[in-house]
C-alpha cells in the first residue's frame, strides 16, 4: 500500500510538473499588435540618412497621436522589437521585444535606439530581412490577433532568397507586411536604384490583410511618414486621410529586378 501511495504521488508530481511546463509555455502576455521594425541600413545610405532615421523614428514612438493609437486598442498596449539590416547576414537588433503602453514605456524603447550609433553594411537583402523578422516574431513572448513586419529600404533586393517566395510564405503565416520606400536619390550608390521603388514594394514586398505602402520621396518627409504609418498599423478604426498605396498584384512586374541589376553593374561591386 505504501508503495501505490508513493507510486501515485509520483504520478501526480510529474503530472503536476509537465503540466506547469506546458502553462509556461503557453502563458504568453497578450497585447494588440506585434510589431516589427525592419530598417535599411545599407551602404548605399548615407551617415546622415541613418540617423535620420533612427531619430524619425524615435520622435514618432513618443508621438501623442501614436501613443494615443496605442492607448485605444483592446488591451492598451502593443510588443514592439527593432532590427537594422543589411545583406543576408547583417541584421543587428537594437531593441529586442519590448512593451509600450505609455509614454515611459515608449521613452525606455527611445534609450535603447539612441545608445550607440547606426552602422551601415553590404548589399540588400529584403527577403533576409523578412525572414529574420518572420523569427523574432516566432520567438515573441506575446501573443496578439495582429502581427506586422515594417520595412523600410532604398533599394530593392539583390541578394538572399527571391522577396516575393518569402513574402507569400510569411503572409500565408498570418504576418502582415508593410512598406516604406525611400524614394530620396541619395546615399553612395543611387545610380542603381529603381525610379518605382513604390511600385515595386506594392508588388514584390507588401502582403497580407490592409497591407501598404507609404513612399518617401525626401528626406524631409521622414519623421512625418513614421509618424503615419505607425498610426495606421496600431489604429482601430480605419483612416482614409493617408498618402498610401494598397497591394498590388501585376503579373507583369519583375520582381527579380534587383538582382539582374546586381549581376550587370561592373563597379562598387559590394556597396548595396
Same mark, same amino acid.
Given at each position: 500500500?505504501?508503495?501505490?501511495?508513493?507510486?501515485v504521488g509520483?504520478?501526480?508530481?510529474?503530472?503536476?510538473?509537465?503540466?506547469?511546463?506546458?502553462?509556461a509555455?503557453?502563458?504568453a502576455?497578450p497585447?494588440?499588435?506585434e510589431?516589427?521594425?525592419?530598417?535599411?541600413?545599407?551602404?548605399s545610405?548615407s551617415?546622415?540618412?541613418l540617423?535620420?532615421?533612427?531619430?524619425g523614428y524615435?520622435?514618432?514612438?513618443?508621438?501623442?497621436?501614436v501613443?494615443?493609437?496605442?492607448?485605444?486598442?483592446?488591451?492598451g498596449?502593443i510588443?514592439?522589437?527593432?532590427?537594422?539590416w543589411?545583406?543576408?547576414?547583417?541584421h543587428?537588433?537594437?531593441?529586442?521585444?519590448? *512593451? !509600450?503602453?505609455?509614454?515611459?514605456?515608449?521613452e525606455?524603447v $527611445?534609450?535603447?535606439?539612441?545608445?550607440? #550609433?547606426?552602422?551601415?553594411? =553590404?548589399?540588400?537583402?529584403?527577403s533576409g530581412?523578412l525572414?529574420?523578422?518572420?523569427?523574432l516574431i516566432?520567438?515573441?513572448?506575446?501573443?496578439?490577433?495582429?502581427?506586422?513586419?515594417?520595412?523600410?529600404?532604398?533599394?530593392?533586393?539583390n541578394?538572399g532568397a527571391?522577396?516575393?517566395?518569402?513574402r507569400?510564405r510569411?503572409?500565408?503565416?498570418?504576418?502582415?507586411?508593410?512598406?516604406?520606400p525611400?524614394?530620396?536619390?541619395?546615399?553612395y550608390?543611387?545610380?542603381?536604384?529603381?525610379?518605382?521603388?513604390?511600385?515595386?514594394?506594392?508588388?514584390? *514586398? !507588401?502582403?497580407g490583410?490592409?497591407?501598404?505602402v507609404?513612399? $518617401?520621396?525626401?528626406?524631409?518627409?521622414f #519623421?512625418?511618414a513614421?509618424? =503615419?504609418?505607425?498610426?495606421?498599423?496600431?489604429?482601430?478604426?480605419?483612416?482614409?486621410?493617408?498618402?498610401?498605396?494598397?497591394?498590388?498584384?501585376?503579373?507583369?512586374?519583375?520582381?527579380?529586378?534587383?538582382?539582374?541589376?546586381?549581376?550587370?553593374?561592373s563597379?562598387?561591386?559590394d556597396?548595396?
Amino acid at each position: 500500500m505504501r508503495r501505490l501511495c508513493h507510486l501515485v504521488g509520483t504520478i501526480i508530481a510529474v503530472t503536476t510538473l509537465v503540466t506547469g511546463f506546458v502553462c509556461a509555455a503557453t502563458a504568453a502576455e497578450p497585447v494588440d499588435v506585434e510589431l516589427v521594425l525592419a530598417v535599411d541600413v545599407s551602404l548605399s545610405m548615407s551617415h546622415d540618412e541613418l540617423d535620420i532615421q533612427r531619430e524619425g523614428y524615435a520622435a514618432a514612438l513618443l508621438d501623442k497621436a501614436v501613443l494615443d493609437a496605442i492607448a485605444a486598442g483592446p488591451h492598451g498596449k502593443i510588443a514592439i522589437t527593432y532590427f537594422e539590416w543589411a545583406g543576408t547576414g547583417s541584421h543587428q537588433l537594437v531593441v529586442p521585444w519590448t *512593451v !509600450i503602453s505609455n509614454r515611459e514605456d515608449a521613452e525606455a524603447v $527611445v534609450s535603447m535606439l539612441t545608445k550607440y #550609433p547606426p552602422a551601415s553594411a =553590404r548589399r540588400t537583402s529584403i527577403s533576409g530581412a523578412l525572414e529574420f523578422g518572420a523569427d523574432l516574431i516566432a520567438e515573441s513572448p506575446f501573443s496578439s490577433a495582429k502581427r506586422v513586419i515594417d520595412i523600410s529600404g532604398d533599394g530593392p533586393n539583390n541578394q538572399g532568397a527571391p522577396v516575393l517566395e518569402v513574402r507569400d510564405r510569411l503572409v500565408g503565416q498570418g504576418i502582415i507586411i508593410n512598406g516604406l520606400p525611400l524614394i530620396t536619390n541619395g546615399g553612395y550608390s543611387n545610380a542603381y536604384d529603381v525610379s518605382d521603388l513604390d511600385t515595386y514594394y506594392s508588388n514584390c *514586398v !507588401i502582403g497580407g490583410p490592409g497591407a501598404f505602402v507609404i513612399p $518617401v520621396n525626401a528626406w524631409e518627409q521622414f #519623421p512625418e511618414a513614421i509618424r =503615419r504609418k505607425l498610426v495606421l498599423e496600431l489604429a482601430f478604426k480605419q483612416r482614409h486621410d493617408l498618402p498610401l498605396i494598397r497591394v498590388q498584384a501585376n503579373q507583369a512586374y519583375d520582381c527579380l529586378i534587383g538582382e539582374k541589376m546586381w549581376r550587370s553593374r561592373s563597379w562598387m561591386w559590394d556597396s548595396r
